[in-house]
């Protein structure tokens, strides 16, 4: 495989990341990589409308500028993850409108402002399916009303536990079906790929879901936060999907969806 891409990386201008993003461009040359699309965390509902519009333009410009300077080695795409659209839909189209994004990622890690998930290992499984509930619900709000194009870190929350995911396949099933509907991507994130056995294959299964629902769009990202998680595990993702019976993967410039041969 020689057109590897990672769709979803971050850089100094998220929260605990470390590496600059000329840097991460460096390093995306070095690996062979062919594209990458630079996706720092936004949070809509956190910042009072100028901060908020300047973190927007200063994350925007830095893209812009490698860009330029990376134009005859690197593909860079401009993109943005959205955490918690569906708290403040306002703001999303603001920001949207502000700026000429590429790809644009919607993730949920909190259900309101004031509430994290604060999920453990020992969660008695009554009370993790009192949260799947919620998080896939809040997961069908934002691909049923919010203006993006990929579902990113989906399994995220189940790094952070041991319990059983009946029910959460369940309902994620429905998130994912609504997906498929209305023409939106769902990310590989390769970091769950290359996690434990359970997540992995909890994965696997989606995506075969995801597939015979009629989906059409995926798309891979590391979630990588220095330049040494760059790209990892793009490959072996690739190649999981490709045995699952996915034809191609996508990419989107200017949100436009294109497809490339796995």
């Known amino acids: 495989m020689s057109y590897l891409m990672d769709l979803h990386v971050y850089t100094s201008n998220s929260p605990d990341t470390r590496d600059k993003i000329s840097f991460m461009c460096e390093t995306a040359v070095e690996k062979n990589l062919r594209a990458v699309a630079f996706t720092d965390v936004i949070c809509p509902w956190e910042e009072n409308a100028f901060d908020l519009k300047r973190r927007v333009l200063h994350c925007y410009f830095d893209v812009c500028k490698v860009k330029r300077?990376?134009?005859?080695?690197?593909?860079?795409?401009?993109?943005?993850?959205?955490?918690?659209?569906?708290?403040?839909?306002?703001?999303?189209?603001?920001?949207?409108?502000?700026?000429?994004?590429?790809?644009?990622?919607?993730?949920?890690?909190?259900?309101?402002?004031?509430?994290?998930?604060?999920?453990?290992?020992?969660?008695?499984?009554?009370?993790?399916?009192?949260?799947?509930?919620?998080?896939?619900?809040?997961?069908?709000?934002?691909?049923?009303?919010?203006?993006?194009?990929?579902?990113?870190?989906?399994?995220?929350?189940?790094?952070?536990?041991?319990?059983?995911?009946?029910?959460?396949?369940?309902?994620?099933?429905?998130?994912?079906?609504?997906?498929?509907?209305?023409?939106?991507?769902?990310?590989?994130?390769?970091?769950?790929?290359l996690g434990s056995e359970r997540i992995r294959d909890l994965y696997l299964r989606l995506a075969s879901f995801f597939l015979q629902a009629g989906g059409e769009h995926i798309t891979f990202g590391s979630e990588s936060t220095s330049h040494d998680e760059l790209g990892s595990g793009v490959e072996i993702a690739m190649q999981a999907m490709k045995r699952i019976g996915f034809k191609t993967y996508s990419f989107y410039e200017g949100r436009t969806p294109y497809t490339v041969q796995l």
């Open 69 to 193: 300077l990376f134009c005859d080695s690197l593909s860079v795409f401009a993109g943005i993850e959205l955490r918690e659209p569906f708290l403040a839909p306002d703001a999303v189209s603001k920001i949207l409108a502000s700026q000429r994004y590429d790809i644009v990622l919607a993730s949920v890690t909190r259900f309101s402002e004031g509430e994290a998930f604060n999920l453990s290992p020992d969660m008695p499984q009554e009370a993790f399916n009192a949260f799947a509930h919620r998080y896939c619900g809040a997961l069908l709000q934002t691909v049923e009303t919010v203006d993006f194009d990929v579902l990113s870190r989906i399994l995220a929350p189940l790094r952070e536990t041991c319990a059983d995911y009946a029910l959460f396949e369940s309902g994620m099933q429905q998130v994912l079906a609504k997906l498929a509907e209305r023409k939106m991507a769902f990310e590989i994130d390769t970091r769950d790929i």
